[in-house]
């Protein structure tokens, strides 16, 4: 008998073993773009540098009714926005989401979720923000690579200190017996 990670447990190298991570497929789940200063805006973003601002953030929901009890919904939700002085250039919003089988302990699952599974998305929903701020007449907006590990650990970090916050407003004020 072959000592492969498949083999181990004795199950002989079953082939009904599970994958960790599986993805069953991605979409677009909504897609807004507003360019509610064109064309004037165009012309003047020849001569200014504009203010992109962007925000991501990534949720994920057990799938219910499922067949296969470890099917979960994963979505990075991701807005830009253009501006130049005061004036709005673009606004893209996306929406795009994956449908992942995981097969992990539970202590892992949370990892999965929100590092693991966006981190095979974003390239997908890269390329749908740079095709639509490109067709919307502007220059292609090429996001930066995202740390999801480092938004998860800063996520665990901020419900740390809620928490905290929570008892400590719970606990009598110290003082003299």
Same mark, same amino acid.
């Given at each position: 008998?072959?000592?492969?990670p498949e083999n181990?447990?004795?199950?002989?190298g079953?082939?009904?073993?599970?994958?960790a991570l599986?993805?069953?497929g991605?979409?677009?789940?909504?897609l807004?773009f507003?360019?509610?200063?064109?064309?004037?805006?165009?012309? !003047?973003? /020849?001569n200014? =540098?504009?203010?992109?601002n +962007?925000?991501v #953030?990534?949720? *994920?929901?057990?799938? !219910?009714g /499922?067949?296969? =009890?470890?099917?979960y919904? +994963?979505?990075? #939700?991701m807005r *830009?926005e253009?501006k130049l002085?005061?004036k709005?250039?673009?606004?893209?919003?996306l929406?795009?989401a994956?449908?992942?089988?995981i097969n992990?302990?539970?202590?892992?699952?949370?990892?999965?979720?929100?590092?693991?599974?966006p981190r095979?998305?974003?390239?997908?929903?890269?390329?749908?923000?740079?095709?639509?701020?490109?067709?919307?007449?502007?220059?292609p907006?090429m996001?930066?690579?995202?740390?999801?590990?480092?938004?998860?650990?800063?996520?665990?970090?901020?419900q740390?200190?809620e928490?905290?916050?929570?008892?400590?407003n719970?606990?009598?004020p110290?003082?003299?017996?």
């Amino acid at each position: 008998m072959n000592d492969t990670p498949e083999n181990a447990g004795g199950n002989g190298g079953d082939t009904a073993q599970q994958a960790a991570l599986s993805i069953n497929g991605q979409y677009i789940k909504d897609l807004s773009f507003e360019s509610p200063n064109s064309p004037g805006i165009l012309a !003047e973003l /020849q001569n200014k =540098q504009p203010d992109v601002n +962007v925000n991501v #953030d990534v949720q *994920a929901a057990k799938m !219910e009714g /499922q067949p296969a =009890q470890n099917m979960y919904e +994963v979505v990075l #939700d991701m807005r *830009a926005e253009l501006k130049l002085d005061d004036k709005v250039g673009f606004i893209v919003e996306l929406k795009y989401a994956g449908v992942f089988t995981i097969n992990v302990p539970e202590e892992h699952l949370g990892a999965m979720l929100l590092i693991e599974c966006p981190r095979m998305l974003f390239p997908f929903a890269r390329n749908i923000f740079a095709d639509t701020t490109r067709d919307g007449g502007f220059v292609p907006l090429m996001l930066q690579p995202i740390d999801f590990a480092a938004m998860y650990q800063a996520n665990l970090s901020r419900q740390v200190q809620e928490a905290q916050d929570i008892v400590d407003n719970l606990s009598p004020p110290a003082g003299n017996a």
